[in-house]
């Protein structure tokens, strides 16, 4: 069988975003494309028991399902690709009839739509990006958008006002709003002021409510916001907030002027707290469910798979809501009883759910399992598994695949603790082989069992790869994921066990021989076992985190996150952060250290990496910077594919170098 290489993750075909329409499946299916090196997105219809590509531009990469047709924003003549090019804030709508032909352009827009919702009729309610530094422009340049474009392109003095001033993957954000409108007529017009962020919920199964939460703010951005209803027909919009100083993730207006929401009112375990579900019933929010046992949403981590979350327009069957959910290391279909608040899980474990609707009696899902990449499949009302497409079987049979192998344990606080093995491709019985240990972001994610490139490299370049689920990690309910004020205590000894365990149990590998990595969080982690144990013979540090004070002034979210989960700000509790700084323990460090970076990361900015490479030089450790330009935090994720390969390369090749 072949072995995977560095271009394996570009052979997988990635469908996401199912929706349904009566017998039919519509969803988008995403892939890489190393000669061009960007991502192609197309719409597909699985009916009838095949699976059909509608488009072919590969520019199709979201769509809503109207009476009409299939809606879906792409720049398709070549005049609308040079003015996006030059800047300026453009999108087109086209129009696909289910009954075959050819796409047409339905509108367009100079705005830089981010949500939609069709009300029928040629009306739909939206949420665009609107720029305060674009309109100024545009002033300025008499309402000509190419000038304008240009324009901003020669001002040489960007300026900056607010809190976040810039945002990772959108750039610099200072005065910019998500501002909700309406088009009708032939035209839009806002219905939000200058100063709001919008973002879109749900529409009633009438069409006649339509949900959205909302800040107004100026100076520095809130962490809460408000909750309104907008009656579609008359655009008077009334305030239903759930609670004061609390986020409203997602509200469901249902039949007979109901709603539900899930909102996070950041209470115990502050803003990483999993949301409390409410249903609202003659004008009174009642609670009902919030255990704080479910996030959902999905956080299993992988690398061949595209998101789109619980997709389909309907949530609610039989008196029950549907969502996803992770439970453990698997992604969950969860339905919760309206009345009692009664949990049901609808799909067997091991599963990472990319996206999912309702449909006939059970659920359409985009997810993967095991070995093979991501499927269409049919989850049935008692949890069988139908799988409807074979995008990715063939790849799966063709290259060799090493399973990971489960080898839980339980930790000093008396928790089992999930974690798994992957042992080198073709393994020689009596032969020791080097282990690389990787980490999860998040803190809030989950690794799971599912398919991850990166590894399977290594497995097949003869590496053992271990994994876990430390405290501090999603799936396990609030209190399992609360590592606030303590990053790098119960968090870092259950690695250090895991890693224990596993030299323990697996004695096919090398305990002299081990290396470490892993991003975000896992970057943090990193830093922070280099500079606490010298076991491992070399480190990769990814997107990392070295300094929580300059984390706190610099990252789009650290105003809030770092005070949040380090438990102060440099002012007032300068102590206690830097004792959470991994670069405060850099005069510690042995290890030889790459570090991974993007220069556009600005969620764990340039400049922690670097200050961490500055100080494991300073004191003469062995270190490599590698800085990827235009890329940004999501760069092993979604960054562009020769990118990807590059910073694997440069990892693998590190590992090798000092472990083999």
């Known amino acids: 069988m072949k072995r995977v290489d560095y271009e394996h993750f570009s052979r997988f075909l990635m469908p996401y975003s199912p929706k349904a329409r009566g017998e039919e499946l519509?969803?988008?299916?995403?892939?890489?494309?190393?000669?061009?090196?960007?991502?192609?997105?197309?719409?597909?219809?699985?009916?009838?028991?095949?699976?059909?590509?509608?488009?072919?531009?590969?520019?199709?990469?979201?769509?809503?399902?109207?009476?009409?047709?299939?809606?879906?924003?792409a720049l398709r003549e070549k005049k609308d690709r040079e003015r996006a090019e030059r800047g300026e804030p453009l999108t087109v709508l086209n129009l696909l009839p289910y009954d075959g032909g050819e796409a047409r352009k339905l509108c367009r827009l100079d705005l830089a739509l981010e949500g939609l919702c069709p009300l029928g009729s040629g009306r739909f309610i939206f949420t665009a990006s609107v720029s305060r530094d674009w309109d100024a422009a545009l002033k300025e340049c008499g309402g000509d958008a190419g000038k304008a474009a240009e324009y901003l392109k020669r001002d040489d003095?960007?300026?900056?006002?607010?809190?976040?001033?810039?945002?990772?993957?959108?750039?610099?954000?200072?005065?910019?709003?998500?501002?909700?409108?309406i088009y009708e007529n032939g035209g839009y017009r806002f219905l939000t002021g200058e100063n709001a962020d919008a973002a879109l919920g749900g529409l009633s199964p009438d069409g006649r409510r339509l949900c959205y939460s909302c800040a107004d703010w100026t100076g520095s951005m809130p962490l809460s916001d408000r909750l309104y209803e907008l009656d579609t027909q008359t655009?008077?919009?009334?305030?239903?907030?759930?609670?004061?100083?609390?986020?409203?993730?997602?509200?469901?207006?249902?039949?007979?002027?109901?709603?539900?929401?899930?909102?996070?009112?950041?209470?115990?375990?502050?803003?990483?707290?999993?949301?409390?579900?409410?249903?609202?019933?003659?004008?009174?929010?009642?609670?009902?469910?919030?255990?704080?046992?479910?996030?959902?949403?999905?956080?299993?981590?992988?690398?061949?798979?595209?998101?789109?979350?619980?997709?389909?327009?309907?949530?609610?069957?039989?008196?029950?809501?549907?969502?996803?959910?992770?439970?453990?290391?698997?992604?969950?279909?969860?339905?919760?009883?309206?009345?009692?608040?009664?949990?049901?899980?609808?799909?067997?474990?091991?599963?990472?759910?990319?996206?999912?609707?309702?449909?006939?009696?059970?659920f359409a899902v985009t997810a993967m399992r095991g070995g093979s990449g991501v499927e269409l499949m049919y989850i049935g009302p008692d949890g069988e598994e139908t799988v409807l497409t074979d995008f990715n079987a063939g790849i799966c049979a063709e290259y060799a695949y090493s399973a990971p192998e489960p080898l839980n344990f339980i930790n000093s606080q008396g928790r089992e603790i999930e974690g798994w093995v992957i042992k080198p491709v073709d393994m020689e019985a009596g032969k020791k082989y080097p282990a690389i240990l990787d980490i999860h972001g998040g803190p809030k994610t989950v690794?799971?069992?599912?398919?991850?490139?990166?590894?399977?490299?290594?497995?097949?370049?003869?590496?053992?790869?271990?994994?876990?689920?430390?405290?501090?990690?999603?799936?396990?309910?609030?209190?399992?994921?609360?590592?606030?004020?303590?990053?790098?205590?119960?968090?870092?000894?259950?690695?250090?066990?895991?890693?224990?365990?596993?030299?323990?149990?697996?004695e096919f590998i090398d305990a002299d021989r081990l290396g470490v990595t892993g991003g975000s969080y896992g970057g943090f982690m990193t830093n922070w076992v280099i500079g606490h144990t010298d076991r491992f013979k070399c480190a990769a540090s990814q997107r990392s985190i070295a300094n929580w004070l300059s984390f706190h002034n610099m990252s789009d979210i650290g105003w809030y996150f770092a005070q949040d989960q380090v438990g102060g700000e440099p002012w007032t509790g300068l102590e206690k952060i830097w004792a959470q700084s991994p670069v405060k323990y850099a005069d510690r460090v042995t290890t030889p250290t790459l570090f991974i970076h993007s220069d556009e990361d600005f969620r764990c900015p340039l400049a922690e990496g670097l200050q961490m490479f500055y100080a494991l030089r300073y004191h003469g450790v062995e270190s490599r910077m590698c800085i990827f330009k235009g890329e940004n935090h999501e760069l092993s994720r979604s960054g562009k594919p020769k990118n990807r390969v590059r910073r694997l390369r440069e990892i693998t090749e590190w590992m090798e170098r000092h472990l083999k």
């Open 235 to 362: 655009l008077e919009a009334r305030d239903i907030t759930v609670r004061e100083g609390a986020q409203h993730y997602q509200a469901l207006p249902l039949s007979g002027g109901r709603t539900a929401a899930l909102v996070n009112t950041m209470g115990k375990y502050g803003i990483n707290e999993n949301p409390k579900l409410f249903m609202r019933e003659d004008g009174a929010w009642r609670l009902i469910l919030g255990d704080g046992a479910h996030s959902f949403g999905s956080s299993v981590g992988s690398d061949v798979k595209a998101d789109g979350g619980f997709s389909g327009e309907e949530h609610e069957r039989d008196g029950r809501l549907c969502f996803l959910d992770t439970d453990g290391s698997s992604t969950q279909l969860i339905s919760v009883d309206e009345a009692a608040g009664e949990v049901r899980k609808h799909a067997a474990p091991g599963l990472n759910i990319t996206g999912a609707c309702l449909w006939k009696e059970g």
């Open 26 to 73: 519509y969803f988008c299916v995403k892939r890489a494309d190393m000669e061009e090196n960007r991502y192609r997105s197309d719409l597909w219809r699985w009916k009838d028991g095949a699976a059909v590509r509608l488009t072919s531009l590969g520019d199709a990469a979201g769509f809503w399902l109207t009476d009409e047709g299939i809606i879906f924003p």
């Open 447 to 506: 690794y799971g069992s599912c398919y991850f490139h990166e590894m399977q490299l290594w497995a097949s370049r003869g590496f053992a790869v271990m994994f876990c689920n430390p405290t501090g990690g999603d799936g396990g309910g609030d209190e399992f994921a609360d590592i606030r004020g303590h990053y790098g205590e119960q968090d870092f000894a259950d690695l250090m066990q895991f890693v224990d365990t596993v030299l323990e149990r697996c």
């Open 157 to 181: 003095c960007r300026v900056i006002d607010e809190l976040p001033f810039w945002f990772n993957g959108r750039g610099y954000i200072s005065g910019r709003r998500s501002r909700l409108g």
